[in-house]
């Protein structure tokens, strides 16, 4: 199952965290040993004669750019991808967030990027929620991050295959406070697809 997901640009990369949210071993920290902000260690401590290393919390990171790009290999969706430019629009109505002033402001403002309707625009959202029976005592607070894409009509944009888990932020802890620290990876793919973007077969 690993291959064939491997092989559709579906794949996901462990990310080892600070325990208490401080900070990713990620990017140029990738090799370090402790937290650059608290000092606690990235491992447990070994139990018995055990030599695997095993992290105190780790960030699932399911790569963005591969999946938007096949937005586009589809007949289907890649027609669909500028349906917010070529649909009915009623005055005075708001029926897409393209209707709303900040979308049009934003277009104001990067008119380069407004001028290709096929460029991108995204939606992101998360929330926290216990995983485990809500009987028992264990508290435990998972928050998955999940992009929108709103070139899509709502009748497939709010619909699973085209709602992207993009992070799954590890508990026990609630991490509002910390959510910059785990959204790092999205944003590195944000700013490659912002300052360059990526080709892709239409």
Known sequence: MKKIVKELKLSYNKIDACENNCMLFYGDDKD??????????????????????????ILRHFPLIDRLKRLFMSEHTAKQMTWYKNREVKEGEISHPSDGDDWKNFDLQHPSFAKEFRNVRLGLSTDGFNPFDNSGNKVYSLWPVVVVVYNLPPSMSMKKPYMFLTLIIP?????????????????????ILWHSGVETFD
Request: a positive charge; one cysteine or more; proline letters at 6%.
């Open 32 to 57: 370090k040993k402790d937290c650059d902000h608290c000092g606690k260690g990235r491992y447990k401590e070994a139990c018995g004669k055990k030599s695997t290393t095993i992290p105190r919390k």
């Open 171 to 191: 508990g026990p802890d609630n991490t509002k406070k910390d959510l910059h620290v785990f959204l790092r990876p999205l944003i590195d793919e944000l700013k």
